[in-house]
């Protein structure tokens, strides 16, 4: 690996067939600049560049990649030059040369990269659209246990996937009867994996199932691109959702118990969270430092947020001491809470058409027409295996729902899905201890649902329908939110 200024940076020996190229973490390259590195290399046997050639060349947006063979007599022969070449369609093409002898070449190579890198700052100011989406592979596993609806759990990862604002640009599944304990996907795959994200040129890897520690660091250290899971995915909207000082730490707390045991040497995605806590210890590895430094920043937000449980418990008491009665509209995620609430109360919180568009709980008081007052409390919505991390710091959150007197359990009855989201929901409300609490189970988005089937879901579940948008629809709810309350 050599520099603009001719110096050698990395040397890798290989063998007949292959070699590793070296790793530099140095490079600058960005999508008008290339990295400042040249690659040359021998190969034995083989004529010009191999699919992995290419991909390193466009992975790393070397400056040129060069290949000398070598003949029978171990003499040089032809020598390949390639580089990246600038598209109007944003996706580059490689163009190569051959020379009868590397002795050939004769050019200015520092006017040459610059006059290239030039075509591609021309050609970028000229596309006048930018795609500021972080583009990803999607890996998943089809088991004998998600067979049956790993269609549905694969649509909500890719909605989470739009929430967080990645662009997926390719999807790589592998049937299996359980993850592989190392490299979760068989090793060969694992290997076709690194060659399919560089191809596809993707900034990062989303892996649709939970990764193990062990998975994390093996997957990590074959490829440079980062990767998440599912969780971590999660954890990342929670992160971009987070308002107030409240839900930060909850969010932090959260992030740093889950990407703890997976801190590796590559990793670098802990800097922004440990930073600056602690000194060096004696002896300690920079891989200890980071472990140490994470372990006492999670032990100083745990005791932030429990002066925030003792504070939350305080004005509990004060509620229950004025019975004031709470409600708490629960749901699965992109249910309709906020809507609901902010139409109940003429009040503004946070309402889009995203997964956790809610992540802070957002209380409102609320008067009936009979002058009897509640509480009204929006919370976090709920998901398909929600993370035991996010569980266990959001219980100061989650614990405003053991203490309600009612509560509306929102369903998006246009969801197709809407049963396995009511399942879900009873299954967290359970584990929470909330479920011998009154419930109201409301189906929203009545106007877009076929009425038979929302006749047949109310009568099943002895609900309510409405449309948290109109006003007008949510009379019945009212009377019977009252109904419920006096009883």
Known sequence: MVDRRGYIEAVSVGTNFDIDFPLLTRLRATSTRLSGYRLLFTKLNQKGFSKKDRNILYDRRLDAIGCIEVEDRGQPGFFHLGHLKPEASGFDSIEETTFDSALDIDFPFDEWVENLEDEFQKIIQAAYVFDTKTKAILCYLITPENKANIDDEIEETLELAKTAGLSIVGKIAQVRPQPDPKYFYGKGKAKDLVQDVISKNADMILF?????????????????????????????????????????????????????????????????????????????????????????????????????????????????????????????????????????????????????????????????????????????????????????????????????????????????????????VEQILHKLGSSDIPQIKVFNKMDNVDQQILFELIQRHDGIGISALQRKTLGPLIEYMQECLKN
């Open 208 to 424: 649709h199932q939970d990764l193990t520690a062990t998975q994390f660091r093996i997957v990590g250290d074959h490829t440079e691109v980062p990767i998440i899971d599912r969780t971590q995915l999660i954890l990342d909207i929670f992160a971009q959702r987070a308002k107030t000082h409240e839900g930060k730490l909850q969010v932090e707390l959260a992030q740093l118990q889950y990407t703890l045991p997976r801190l590796r040497e590559k990793n670098t995605q802990m800097s922004r969270l440990v930073g600056g806590i602690g000194g060096r210890g004696p002896g300690e590895t920079k891989l200890e430092i980071h472990r140490r430094r994470a372990r006492e920043k999670v032990a100083k937000l745990q005791r932030e947020i429990d002066k925030i449980k003792e504070t939350r418990m305080i004005k509990r008491q004060a509620r229950n001491k004025n019975k004031v009665p709470i409600v708490s509209i629960v749901g699965y995620t992109n249910a309709g809470k906020s809507t609901l609430l902010n139409t109940l109360t003429q009040s503004k919180a946070l309402a889009e058409d995203k997964l956790f568009a809610t992540l802070d709980p957002f209380s409102k008081r609320l008067r009936f027409p009979q002058d009897q007052e509640i509480i009204l409390t929006d919370t976090v919505g709920f998901i398909r295996d929600l993370p035991p991390a996010l569980m266990d710091a959001f219980a100061a959150t989650l614990e405003e729902i053991r203490d309600a007197s009612l509560i509306l359990h929102l369903i998006d009855a246009s969801n197709p899905h809407c049963e396995k989201h009511i399942q879900i």
